[in-house]
Each structure stands twice: as structure tokens, then as C-alpha cells.
């Protein structure tokens, strides 16, 4: 009986060994080439990428524990009562748009953003779960997409903040690569589309404060305050980051994933004011406060980058805290109203100018209260 115990145990751990090192979901591995090309980032130290004041994102092992516990706990509404139906977007509607600068949401964090007659799509993980199995995680909210990715059009730009499953999604990039014209990635990112079969000369890496211009559209990597890592052996191998996108006439602020800190105001102070602003608003937890933003946090940051309206990114998608899965959304909403700001909050899917105000209202997730 033990020696079947045993056996069955080993088993397990050869296939997880196996897994890890072999499997294409974990993207690539930096070399020591690249390694010293980073080490001249002033991000970079010993080896790795930091946040800005050393802000780590290591728990010790009493909140590991509490974290582990509180996957147990029984927090009523963590999901919608019944999936979440999308608004559907018409292939051609997107390919023969040249209008004013608006945006699709996918839910979580992925955006199409249609801006100077260009099609950018923001962190896009479209598959169903996000993680490097489907048994390692919870499905996504919603059943279907707003489009599906072979229907979509030409992609001038990808934009990726972290290489987290979340935001970087090997089946997504698989099906997108070879309609994209370039991608712009934090510095280490490209190693993971090499892997995954996105030509070098197509990927633009960029520190924090660099900026580079394609076409007639300028993007500027501005930082975040979280960590990497795809693997056990890869944590802060690359770099993380807030973007800035900007047309001769609009600028727009995407938060990626972040702790609140001092870089919002000084984003804000640099670039700003900014006319349209998504901001990480969900998978928050007292034990990871310093790399995930509370709600009213949110609305703050938005201030402090001078944002003219606000959208709440990061969650409706996924379960990946132990919170109600409105919550974000309610507090985020409550806090806007007492700092005076403009929250924008349209449904995944819908098409919605970045200026557009009806969108403002929208209560949509009340639709799926238990």
C-alpha cells in the first residue's frame, strides 16, 4: 500500500517536473546576454527586476498561510449568478472604423483600442482560464467573447504589461501573432513571444520612462509597482509596467497591475492630464496590498494621474481573490463619487468612445446580483 502511495506521489512530481520545464505556456528563459543588457536598468539588481523603494512582493510564510486558508473560506457572491452575456461586435464594424477614438473592452484587462485609424489591443488574455493549465484555475465569467480572434482584423499594435497568465496568454498570442504588425512589451516580455514563434524584429522592449513611436502613435512605458514571473524559478526575471498611449491629440493611461504608490502622481506630474485613464480596480487582499490596488485606491490614482474619466480595469472576468466579485466596482464607484471624479463603466463588449457619456451610468453588473 505504501510502496502504490509512494509510486503515485513520485508519479505526480516527475509529471509536474516535466510539466514546468517542458510545456510552451511558461514561454522562454533570459539569457546571459540579456541579463547584461538589464543589469543597466536602474530596475535591475542582482539579478532582478524591483519596484521602485524596494517594495517587494514576497509573503512570509504565516501570510502564505492565511492566503492558502482563505482559499477555503466560504465568501458568498465571489461570482456572477449566471454567465455574463456580452455585447457582440461585428468583424467589419471594427475593420472599416475611422472615427473618433474609442475602445472595446474584453473583459479583466484586454482592450481593443481603435485610435488615429489604428487597432491596439492591451494585454490580451482571451482564454478561458488563466493559467498554464485549465485545472490550475477558474474559468472566465463570461462564455463567449465579444469577437472571437480569428475574426478580427489587422492588428497594428499589442501592448503587454507583465508576462502574469492574466495579461500574457500563450493560445492568445498563438491565434494573434501573424495578423500584428508590433509589439511593445516592459524589458525580458519578448523572450516569451520568441518562444512562442513572434519574429524578434516585431517586438519593441522598453524600460521604464522610454517611449518610442510607431507610426503616428507614441508609447511610453511608465511603472507599476508588482513582480513577474511565469514559472518557480523565473520570479522578477522581467519587467512590469504602466502604459501611456498617445495620438497628436488624445492621451490615454493603462495602469497594468499595481500597488498604489508615489509613481501615479508622478506619471501624472510628467504626462498628464490624461483624457481617458483604465486602472487596476479588483483581485485585492490585505496580504498583497503593496502589488494590488484597493478600490478606493483606484479612484485616487486616477486623480493622481489627472484623469478626465476613469475606467475600472482588472476585474469582471476572473475569480482571483477571495472578494465579492462586485465589490471592486461598488467601492471604486462610491469613492470616484466623493473625489468628483468621472467613472466610466460599459459593459464587455460594448463599443465605447473615450469621451463617450452614457456609458457613465451604467449599472450593468446589478444584472447578476445573487
Same mark, same amino acid.
Given at each position: 500500500?505504501?510502496?502504490?502511495?509512494?509510486?503515485?506521489?513520485?508519479?505526480?512530481?516527475?509529471?509536474?517536473?516535466?510539466?514546468?520545464?517542458?510545456?510552451?505556456?511558461?514561454?522562454?528563459?533570459?539569457?546571459?546576454?540579456?541579463?547584461?543588457? @538589464?543589469?543597466?536598468?536602474?530596475?535591475?539588481?542582482?539579478?532582478?527586476?524591483?519596484?521602485?523603494?524596494?517594495?517587494?512582493?514576497?509573503?512570509?510564510?504565516?501570510?502564505?498561510?492565511?492566503?492558502?486558508?482563505?482559499?477555503?473560506?466560504?465568501?458568498?457572491?465571489?461570482?456572477?449568478?449566471?454567465?455574463?452575456?456580452?455585447?457582440?461586435?461585428?468583424?467589419?464594424?471594427?475593420?472599416?472604423?475611422?472615427?473618433? +477614438?474609442?475602445?472595446?473592452?474584453?473583459?479583466?484587462?484586454?482592450?481593443?483600442?481603435?485610435?488615429?485609424?489604428?487597432?491596439?489591443?492591451?494585454?490580451?488574455?482571451?482564454?478561458?482560464?488563466?493559467?498554464?493549465?485549465?485545472?490550475?484555475?477558474?474559468?472566465?465569467?463570461?462564455?463567449?467573447?465579444?469577437?472571437?480572434?480569428?475574426?478580427?482584423?489587422?492588428?497594428?499594435?499589442?501592448?503587454?504589461?507583465?508576462?502574469?497568465?492574466?495579461?500574457?496568454?500563450?493560445?492568445?498570442?498563438?491565434?494573434?501573432?501573424?495578423?500584428?504588425?508590433?509589439?511593445?512589451?516592459?524589458?525580458?516580455?519578448?523572450?516569451?513571444?520568441?518562444?512562442?514563434?513572434?519574429?524578434?524584429?516585431?517586438?519593441?522592449?522598453?524600460?521604464?520612462?522610454?517611449?518610442?513611436?510607431?507610426?503616428?502613435?507614441?508609447?511610453?512605458? +511608465?511603472?507599476?509597482?508588482?513582480?513577474?514571473?511565469?514559472?518557480?524559478?523565473?520570479?522578477?526575471?522581467?519587467?512590469?509596467?504602466?502604459?501611456?498611449?498617445?495620438?497628436?491629440?488624445?492621451?490615454?493611461?493603462?495602469?497594468?497591475?499595481?500597488? @498604489?504608490?508615489?509613481?501615479?502622481?508622478?506619471?501624472?506630474?510628467? @504626462?498628464?492630464?490624461?483624457?481617458?485613464?483604465?486602472?487596476?480596480?479588483?483581485?485585492?487582499?490585505?496580504?498583497?496590498?503593496?502589488?494590488?490596488?484597493?478600490?478606493?485606491?483606484?479612484?485616487?490614482?486616477?486623480?493622481?494621474?489627472?484623469?478626465?474619466?476613469?475606467?475600472?480595469?482588472?476585474?469582471?472576468?476572473?475569480?482571483?481573490?477571495?472578494?465579492?466579485?462586485?465589490?471592486?466596482?461598488?467601492?471604486?464607484?462610491?469613492?470616484?463619487?466623493?473625489?468628483?471624479?468621472?467613472?466610466?463603466?460599459?459593459?464587455?463588449?460594448?463599443?465605447?468612445?473615450?469621451?463617450?457619456?452614457?456609458?457613465?451610468?451604467?449599472?450593468?453588473?446589478?444584472?447578476?446580483?445573487?
Amino acid at each position: 500500500m505504501l510502496l502504490a502511495i509512494g509510486g503515485i506521489i513520485g508519479a505526480l512530481v516527475i509529471t509536474g517536473i516535466l510539466f514546468v520545464n517542458f510545456s510552451p505556456q511558461f514561454g522562454g528563459k533570459i539569457s546571459k546576454e540579456q541579463l547584461i543588457e @538589464y543589469a543597466k536598468s536602474e530596475n535591475h539588481n542582482e539579478g532582478k527586476f524591483i519596484n521602485i523603494g524596494g517594495v517587494t512582493s514576497e509573503m512570509s510564510m504565516g501570510n502564505m498561510l492565511k492566503a492558502i486558508g482563505g482559499m477555503f473560506k466560504n465568501i458568498p457572491n465571489t461570482k456572477p449568478n449566471s454567465p455574463i452575456e456580452v455585447q457582440k461586435v461585428d468583424s467589419l464594424n471594427i475593420a472599416n472604423y475611422h472615427s473618433k +477614438t474609442r475602445f472595446i473592452w474584453f473583459g479583466h484587462s484586454a482592450f481593443l483600442l481603435q485610435m488615429n485609424g489604428k487597432n491596439v489591443i492591451i494585454d490580451p488574455m482571451l482564454s478561458e482560464v488563466p493559467a498554464p493549465h485549465p485545472l490550475l484555475g477558474g474559468k472566465r465569467f463570461n462564455k463567449e467573447l465579444p469577437i472571437e480572434i480569428e475574426k478580427l482584423p489587422k492588428i497594428d499594435a499589442v501592448v503587454i504589461s507583465h508576462d502574469h497568465y492574466d495579461h500574457l496568454d500563450y493560445e492568445s498570442i498563438l491565434k494573434l501573432k501573424d495578423k500584428v504588425s508590433m509589439f511593445f512589451t516592459p524589458l525580458g516580455v519578448g523572450i516569451h513571444l520568441q518562444e512562442w514563434g513572434v519574429p524578434k524584429e516585431k517586438i519593441v522592449e522598453l524600460d521604464w520612462w522610454q517611449e518610442t513611436t510607431f507610426e503616428d502613435l507614441t508609447f511610453i512605458s +511608465t511603472p507599476a509597482q508588482h513582480f513577474s514571473g511565469r514559472g518557480l524559478s523565473d520570479r522578477d526575471h522581467t519587467l512590469w509596467c504602466s502604459w501611456i498611449i498617445q495620438s497628436n491629440e488624445e492621451n490615454i493611461f493603462f495602469s497594468g497591475d499595481s500597488g @498604489y504608490a508615489s509613481h501615479f502622481k508622478e506619471i501624472g506630474d510628467k @504626462y498628464g492630464p490624461f483624457d481617458f485613464a483604465m486602472i487596476e480596480c479588483g483581485q485585492y487582499n490585505e496580504l498583497w496590498s503593496e502589488i494590488h490596488m484597493f478600490p478606493e485606491e483606484t479612484a485616487q490614482a486616477g486623480k493622481d494621474v489627472k484623469a478626465k474619466r476613469i475606467m475600472p480595469i482588472h476585474w469582471g472576468a476572473f475569480k482571483l481573490a477571495q472578494h465579492s466579485w462586485t465589490d471592486p466596482i461598488e467601492r471604486v464607484s462610491k469613492k470616484a463619487d466623493e473625489l468628483g471624479l468621472t467613472l466610466v463603466t460599459p459593459e464587455i463588449g460594448e463599443s465605447t468612445g473615450i469621451d463617450d457619456e452614457g456609458t457613465s451610468q451604467n449599472k450593468w453588473w446589478n444584472r447578476y446580483q445573487k
